[in-house]
């Protein structure tokens, strides 16, 4: 009988594991051509897993040609010939945290963008537009902080849309926020202790530590960053989402704001990196005004991206720096090269400031009210109705839906894999102390494809059914 070492520990689902572990066998010659694999049902006994998942397996190994299914009689290893390797071979090491991403029959937490919505013709217009009449431009080595084109677009775009008086000299341009974050230590410096919300971005902290500074979190209430975790954490910059927190959703009160600004300035070097990465997908009423706008003490860091606006692979991202952080930047960073290309930072001048960007937005927004819509319809009339509620501020990309269930969240996510379904859970984000709430799952509706949805949340629902209901 077969015996593995399944772990279900959510890094790569149990069936890629157990596909794994038979074709090494198969490779190393430990399983010969023409030898009668186990039962679905006897070898998902002896592993303690689904039969779905050994089915998923014994699927996927045919689709490669390692075994063959002969109808009646079972699962067999194919002969593969000249194709086996002359003596036992040990497996390629796998790059931790490297493995590629499922292909997903679903996911329902995916955060990519509908690629067909991008505006390719108007792009494309404006970069031969741009091309051709600004030839010397894109040519010549932009400032450190990126073309001033473009910073005095970005700098119109604030003050028109987020309510921001802000010069071109205080904004930095660079090839995404990640980018930028390492920019930041170097200029705040890295013996300062960094905070960051909990639950929150998983990659958030990672950066933050792999740049050798101390991270810590603080978690959140029903408004945001608690100014008392703040201080637990003793945090020197706070680095928060307030217009619309990843993943819970939280909108931060001005009164909660107003909290957070008195704690920058109760010390010298205290800072607050504000991260205002989906405003624009505010679905009701215009979008909240930033705590950049409200910050009298030049304490706060305005950072956002067109990843989410435009596309993920437009990588192009910006911060606002208060005055004399602006002045520390030139005087201590200038001579790193803007990392963003001419072409593409003269051509999203030219978007924004003629008028294209806001049009996309406002497109885009009327786009995902509806597909919002559609998926709130598709649950209210799916089985999974009576079982779940959702939880939401009707802003941004995704929302949390709350399940009734006594079966763990990974428990249900393992399901859920068996059935190509992917759903992160609010515990997936959990940053350290294990206090977000179970039974919560993200649901991001930017890119779900409507007609998948009946039959995914159906699954969901067949999923539950062997849990009782708390």
Same mark, same amino acid.
């Given at each position: 009988m077969l015996t593995y070492a399944l772990q279900p520990d959510g890094r790569e689902p149990l069936y890629e594991q157990l596909c794994r572990h038979i074709r090494e #066998?198969?490779?190393? @010659?430990? =399983?010969?051509? @023409?030898?009668?694999?186990?039962?679905?049902?006897? =070898?998902?006994? %002896?592993? @303690?897993?689904s039969s779905i998942t050994v089915e998923n397996a014994y699927e996927q190994l045919i689709s490669e040609g390692y075994v063959a299914s002969r109808p009646r009689r079972g699962y067999y290893v194919a002969a593969?010939?000249?194709?086996?390797?002359?003596? $036992?071979?040990? $497996?390629?090491?796998?790059?931790? @945290?490297?493995p590629q991403r499922p292909a997903w029959w679903l996911d329902l937490s995916g955060n990519q963008t509908s690629p067909e919505r991008f505006p390719f013709s108007v792009w494309a217009r404006l970069m031969r537009e741009t091309i051709s009449g600004d030839s010397a431009a894109l040519l010549t080595p932009a400032p450190? &902080?990126?073309?001033?084109?473009?910073?005095?677009?970005?700098?119109?775009? =604030?003050?028109?849309?987020?309510?921001? &008086?802000?010069? $071109?000299d205080q904004i930095v341009v660079g090839a995404g926020t990640e980018y930028l974050y390492g920019l930041l230590i170097q200029l705040l410096g890295r013996g300062r202790v960094y905070c960051v919300e909990n639950p929150g971005y998983p990659k958030l902290a990672r950066i933050y530590r792999s740049h050798g500074v101390v991270c810590r979190c603080a978690a959140l209430d029903g408004q945001g960053m608690t100014v008392q975790g703040l201080r637990e954490s003793e945090a020197d910059v706070a680095h928060i989402s307030p217009a619309h927190h990843f993943p819970t959703g939280v909108i931060m009160p001005v009164s909660r704001r107003y909290e957070l600004l008195s704690w920058a300035g109760e010390r010298e070097g205290r800072v607050i990196i504000e991260d205002d990465? #989906? &405003?624009?997908?505010?679905? %009701?009423?215009? $979008?909240?005004?930033?705590l950049q706008s409200i910050d009298a003490g030049g304490r706060v860091i305005y950072m956002n991206t067109f990843s989410k606006s435009l596309a993920p692979t437009i990588r192009i991202s910006y911060m606002v720096l208060p005055p004399r952080l602006a002045e520390r930047y030139l005087a201590r960073l200038s001579f790193y090269a803007c990392t963003v290309s001419n072409?593409?930072?003269y051509t999203l001048a030219r978007f924004i400031r003629e008028g294209y960007f806001e049009k996309h937005i406002n497109r885009m927004r009327l786009f995902y009210a509806r597909r919002r819509q559609q998926v709130l319809d598709a649950l209210a009339e799916s089985p999974?109705?009576?079982?779940?509620?959702?939880?939401e501020a009707a802003s941004g990309l995704h929302f949390l839906l709350c399940l009734d269930t006594a079966l763990p969240d990974a428990a249900l996510q393992e399901r859920l894999r068996a059935q190509g379904i992917h759903l992160a859970s609010l515990s997936d984000y959990d940053l350290g102390g294990g206090g977000t709430p179970p039974h919560r799952f993200l649901i991001n509706y930017s890119n779900l494809p409507p007609e998948r949805l009946p039959e995914a949340l159906r699954r969901v629902a067949a999923c539950l059914e062997e849990a009782p209901a708390p």
């Open positions: #066998d198969i490779r190393a @010659g430990r =399983l010969r051509a @023409g030898e009668h694999l186990p039962s679905k049902r006897t =070898l998902a006994e %002896n592993l @303690g897993v593969l010939g000249e194709l086996l390797p002359p003596s $036992p071979v040990s $497996p390629v090491p796998r790059v931790p @945290g490297g450190c &902080s990126g073309v001033l084109a473009l910073r005095e677009a970005i700098a119109g775009h =604030l003050r028109s849309f987020r309510g921001m &008086s802000v010069h $071109p990465y #989906d &405003s624009e997908f505010r679905l %009701n009423g215009r $979008p909240l005004p930033t072409f593409e930072q999974l109705a009576p079982r779940s509620r959702v939880e």
